[in-house]
C-alpha cells in the first residue's frame, strides 16, 4: 500500500533552519505532484509548498524567500528545506501527493511530523 512518512521535524530557535523528509512507497512517485501542508495549533491545515511531477515548485507567499522543496524521484523523496524560521511556523508538517494540481485533491497524506519554532 501506498505511505508517505515524514521525518526531521524538531524544537528550533526563531531564525534557525530545519529539513524535512518524506519517503514515499507502493506508488509510482515521479507521476505525483508532492506538496507540503502546514496545521498550525487551532488552525486548519494549509498549502504552503509543491513540486510538480515536471520538477516546477509552487510557493506560498509564506514560503517565498524562506523554504525550498526539492524531489529525488529515484529514492523517492521529498525535501522540505525551511530556513529564517519564524514561531508562526509552529506546527504539524504533513507531505502529500496529488495526481492532480497543488490545489486539488490529495490522494494520500503522510502521519506528520511537528516543527516547533521557539521565539
Not at 35 to 64: C, H, M, N, V
Not at 66 to 88: C, G, H, S, T, W
Amino acid at each position: 500500500q501506498v505511505q508517505l512518512v515524514e521525518s526531521g521535524g524538531g524544537l528550533v530557535q526563531a531564525g534557525g533552519s530545519l529539513r524535512l523528509s518524506c519517503a514515499a512507497s507502493g506508488m509510482f512517485f515521479s507521476s505525483y505532484t508532492m506538496s507540503w501542508f502546514l496545521q498550525a495549533p487551532g488552525k486548519e491545515r494549509e498549502f504552503i509548498i509543491g513540486i510538480s511531477s515536471s520538477d516546477s515548485p509552487w510557493y506560498t507567499d509564506s514560503a517565498k524567500g524562506r523554504f525550498n522543496i526539492v524531489r529525488d524521484n529515484a529514492k523517492q523523496m521529498v525535501y522540505l528545506q525551511m530556513n529564517k524560521l519564524k514561531p508562526e511556523d509552529t506546527g504539524v508538517y504533513f507531505c502529500a501527493a496529488t495526481t492532480g494540481g497543488f490545489w486539488g485533491k490529495y490522494d494520500y497524506w503522510g502521519q506528520g511530523t511537528q516543527v516547533t519554532v521557539s521565539s
